[in-house]
């Protein structure tokens, strides 16, 4: 999994995701387990979105390492069931680590540091 953009001006999964993708990991967090249509029937209130459209962002996040899925036989033939591959936890892990690489390659320890110090309640700041 790879997160490549981070949107400083959102909060949250927007901060990473489309509003869609967002909605669509916290259903599936949620869930545990779901098949496009499910996410679709859930969150199509929130949207002005076509079933179509969940399926291809459902399959991008599965590109992207986010979701996980399995081929189940319906009466119609065959649909995937997608599960989180990373819980929301494990993101924000993730993310925190990228964080820190980025700071410390970018402005050195002091910057590692500052933050260690920050957390600890030490370090007041204007932001």
């Known amino acids: ?64 390492g986010l979701v996980d899925r399995t081929v189940e036989t319906c009466r119609g033939g065959l649909r995937y069931a997608y599960v989180p591959k990373v819980s929301r936890q494990e993101l924000a892990e993730k993310l925190t680590d990228k964080m820190f690489v980025f700071l410390k390659r970018s402005f050195g320890e002091s910057s590692t540091a500052y933050l260690r110090k920050k957390l600890s309640g030490g370090a007041k700041s204007d932001f």
């Open 1 to 64: 999994m790879e997160i490549d953009k981070i949107n400083l001006d959102k909060s949250g999964l927007n901060s990473l995701f489309s509003e869609l993708e967002s909605d669509i990991l916290n259903n599936l967090w949620l869930r545990k387990s779901a098949t496009a249509r499910e996410v679709f029937t859930k969150i199509k209130s929130g949207h002005k979105i076509a079933y179509p459209t969940v399926v291809v962002t459902l399959d991008r996040l599965y590109e992207k």
